[in-house]
Structure formats: C-alpha cells, structure tokens
C-alpha cells in the first residue's frame, strides 16, 4: 500500500496547501487521483460546511478567491459532480499536475505511487485584459 502526498502550489511554487492519503494502491491513474483528491477535500468541507471552499476547482454557484472558492450560503457539495468539473479542468488546461518531476498529461496515464508519492497541483489563472 502507498502513501500519495497532495500538494497545491501557486505558479512560481509556493506551497499552498498540503495532505497526505494512505492506504492506496501502487498505481493508479491520474484520473482516479484526481477524482481521489476531490472526494477527500469534499468529504472534509462537507464535514463543516462554511461559507469558504479550497479545492481545486470551483463549485457551482461560487465566486473565486485568493486560494479558494466563496459559497453564497454554506451548503453541502456532491463530490462526483466537483470530480467532473475537475476532469474537464484538467483536460482545458485549468491545472497541470507533476507528478516526481514529471508533467502528467493523460487522464489514463499511471502513477507508480512508490516512485512518485507527492502530486503537485498547479492551478493556472486566466489573465485579466489579455
């Protein structure tokens, strides 16, 4: 069994936010883990809803903050719909994710967990006026 790091960075790789999740496979795909990734920060905002979400896409009917996401009312969130959301950012380019050293860029690509245990995620923001 692995131990996979989850890592937020800003662009020029900053460390946003950090947890780690044991118990997984050797491998899995980018896929999974960014649907794995989801669920976790889901599970836990949903723990103690609030008017804040930092995670790695936007909710519906959320404005975006420095670093999160602000909720109208606090509200519980569907995690397979934020894991949606976030499969399609990945594939338009709104994050990257790096795996070791390495840029992933498949969905299906795999993860050899043992080699790689610490994922990065980098969330790229549109220009204003560009």
């Not at 883990?33 to 889901?42: A, D, K, P, Q, T």
């Not at 399609?88 to 050899?112: C, P, S, T």
Request: proline share 5%; glycine share 6%.
């Amino acid at each position: 069994m692995a131990t996979v790091t989850f890592r937020d960075e800003t662009a020029t790789g900053r460390p946003v936010i950090e947890w780690e999740v044991a118990g997984l496979p050797e491998r899995m795909t980018v896929r999974e883990l960014i649907r794995l990734r989801v669920r976790e920060e889901v599970l836990r905002y949903n723990a103690r809803p609030g008017h804040r979400f930092n995670g790695l896409v936007r909710p519906d009917d959320a404005e975006t903050e420095l670093n999160g996401y602000r909720l109208r009312a606090p509200r519980r969130i569907d995690w397979e719909r934020q894991a949606d959301i976030a499969e399609r950012a990945f594939l338009a380019n709104g994050f990257f994710v790096l795996a070791g050293d390495r840029q992933v860029e498949d969905l299906d690509e795999a993860v050899d967990l043992t080699a790689d245990p610490e994922l990065v995620f980098i969330k790229l923001v549109a220009l204003a006026g560009g």
